[in-house]
């Protein structure tokens, strides 16, 4: 097994077990037919909190096991042999049921390259063998674990990612089904955003989409979110206040309507609030362009933009030790650790980003490198400067 020594998932089992059962059954009640409903509790059984924290503990540790000297890169699937009367898929049947366990993922991991996924029995926790899932499209909605690299998962059910886990870190979401990059910049993006005021993952979501915004703009950015509505005037020299703000607040609240359900609304409906959501991101987005921070409510009520920042320097604890240079950087550290609970995100000109949050006094920067190794599709390279 690799020495590395990361924390499992255990904590966040109890919160994603009753998400995941709202997720459940937000589609079951849609179903009229009691035929179809049955159908569907055999296509996406549904895993109690014990076997959600089996099957988590199972991929995880197995993930940071070295099979042949190769990180282990494999998707666990929760179904039943059952299932494959509904829904035809290429499969293989090994020839008895092997109990799950880390060191089975890993020894099975060279040959579990996609499509191909490891079936896992959800009454018993067995490996009872692969399943293809080429074919499968959106007609198999059930849950999937899957490692991006060591340490590090996304766990989706009902055909979107419903959870990501980094290394100690977690969040809930509720978004489509994402390709291996997406999903590395968002667990990334997403651990280093503590929850409190930002507890929504749309919320959560919007944030990193005006972070690439600005990125995809060329220009540096800071975008803070404080825990209230009401901008404190005496740590802001000047800003540009707003009224109407492209119905930010407006269309993050319909779109996290849409979750975790889209597939059951019609599809000019979805289509329509998805283009309402991402021109309010954009539109928001080219604001920060204007020399100043761009400053949310929790809800992401839009409350000023090129807002210069004039708080008293902050003396306190800052983690990691040292400050990051560069005048946006520091203007944002000190107003964030002027204002609990408050968030920044910081884009530098380069492309790099960091998260400023305040926790209880201390004051916490996450540099997210290996969001900048993806490239300009994502977040561009460079020291975070600026």
Same mark, same amino acid.
């Given at each position: ?82 299932? @494959? ?69 996304? @766990? ?13 870190? *977690? ?38 989409? @005006? ?77 920060? *362009?204007?020399?100043?921070?761009? @400053? ?25 030790? *040292?400050?990051?240079? *560069? ?60």
């Amino acid at each position: 097994m690799s020495s590395v020594d990361l924390e499992p998932p255990d904590r966040f089992v109890p919160a994603l077990a009753k998400h995941l059962a709202a997720c459940h059954f937000s589609f079951i009640d849609k179903m009229t037919l009691a035929g179809m409903r049955a159908v569907m509790d055999e296509l996406a059984p549904l895993p109690s909190e014990e076997q959600l924290r089996r099957l988590m503990n199972a991929v995880f540790y197995g993930s940071i096991w070295r099979e042949e000297g190769r990180a282990v890169v494999v998707t666990v699937e929760l179904t039943t042999k059952r299932a @494959l009367g509904f829904v035809h898929r290429p499969h293989l049947l090994l020839d008895k049921e092997r109990q799950l366990e880390p060191s089975l993922i890993a020894k099975l991991s060279p040959a579990l390259r996609p499509p191909l996924h490891l079936a896992v029995d959800p009454a018993e926790l067995t490996c009872w063998g692969m399943v293809d899932d080429s074919e499968a499209g959106l007609s198999d909605p059930s849950l999937r674990i899957r490692v991006i690299r060591p340490g590090h998962f996304a @766990l989706s059910y009902f055909w979107q990612t419903r959870f990501l886990y980094s290394a100690g870190s *977690g969040v809930l979401t509720g978004f489509v089904d994402q390709p291996d990059a997406e999903l590395e910049r968002d667990l990334q993006f997403q651990s280093a955003l503590p929850m409190g005021p930002i507890n929504s993952a749309v919320t959560r979501w919007t944030l990193s989409s @005006l972070a690439v915004e600005a990125v995809a703009s060329g220009h540096g950015a800071t975008f803070i979110v404080l825990p209230g509505a009401v901008v404190p005037s005496t740590q802001v020299e000047r800003s540009y206040s707003v009224r109407e703000a492209f119905a930010l607040r407006e269309a993050v609240a319909a779109w996290d309507k849409v979750l975790p359900g889209p597939q059951l609304l019609p599809k000019p409906e979805v289509i329509k609030k998805e283009s309402a959501y991402r021109k309010a991101v954009k539109a928001v987005g080219h604001l920060a *362009g204007v020399d100043g921070a761009v @400053l949310f409510s929790a809800e992401l009520q839009l409350l000023a933009f090129g807002a210069i920042l004039a708080s008293p320097s902050f003396t306190g604890t800052i983690e990691p030790a *040292g400050r990051p240079t *560069g005048s946006r950087h520091n203007s944002a550290i000190n107003f964030v650790g002027a204002n609990a609970g408050a968030v920044a995100v910081v884009v530098s000109q380069d492309g790099a980003v960091t998260v400023i949050a305040n926790s209880s006094g201390t004051v916490t920067c996450t540099r997210l490198d290996e969001i900048r190794s993806l490239g300009p599709t994502f977040f561009g390279g460079g020291a975070a400067t600026g």
